[in-house]
């Protein structure tokens, strides 16, 4: 099973929710683009907050120094993100694949974050409350459908908004994964007892057609 982790806009948990759902299935962990904090990459963060020994974590196609929208951000790298040099790592396991800011984040000139996800991905939108921000999870969700994406579920991160939810939910047909708390800190202890809470669920996404 391969699960592409993607946001509604930035900073709303997408590394958490993957680190969680790594430690769940015990799943490998690719981010494509890492834009900015290459010292602590979200590669670095989860790789941390893991404590199972079987997840990989592998290499990003690319690292960009600028933490900016991956397009410019290569371009300050005096670079072009190139589709063909994404390339999927392989492996027998289950595969979470991160990626940068939400799905319409352009890439280049032609290409956004949508554009990495291939046809056997199973996408996790990672949803946070606030003013406007089920504007932005409907329009992520409609972009999704649009391209004929398959949807696995919607994870809520931070603070509880039940009518936020309860309208995306309804709008959506979306099923929810879990939610994350606004937890003071997350280390692996945190991490392993949402693990535990979302695993079933996350399991029941390789059953489902």
């Given at each position: 099973m391969?699960?592409?982790i993607t946001g509604i806009s930035t900073d709303v948990g997408k590394t958490i929710a993957s680190a969680i759902i790594v430690e769940a299935l015990e799943a490998d962990y690719w981010k494509p683009i890492q834009a900015g904090d290459l010292d602590n990459s979200d590669s670095h963060k989860v790789k941390s907050q893991i404590s199972n020994p079987k997840s990989q974590i592998f290499e990003n196609s690319y690292q960009l120094h600028t933490p900016a929208s991956p397009h410019f951000a290569a371009e300050l790298d005096g670079i072009t993100i190139d589709l063909k040099k994404i390339i999927e790592p392989k492996t027998?396991?289950?595969l979470v694949i991160e990626g940068a800011g939400g799905i319409l984040v352009p890439l280049n000139e032609t290409d956004c974050v949508v554009d990495i996800i291939q046809a056997d991905y199973k996408v996790i939108v990672v949803s946070r409350h606030y003013l406007g921000s089920i504007n932005h999870t409907l329009l992520t969700i409609e972009a999704l459908k649009n391209r004929k994406i398959d949807i696995a579920g919607i994870i809520f991160s931070g603070d509880e908004n039940k009518a936020t939810e309860s309208i995306i939910l309804n709008k959506t047909g979306i099923k929810s994964i879990g939610r994350i708390e606004q937890e003071p800190y997350f280390d692996?202890?945190?991490?392993?007892?949402?693990?535990?809470?979302f695993r079933e669920n996350l399991l029941n996404l390789d059953n489902r057609q």
């Open positions: 391969k699960l592409f027998q396991n289950h692996q202890n945190v991490v392993k007892e949402y693990a535990d809470l």
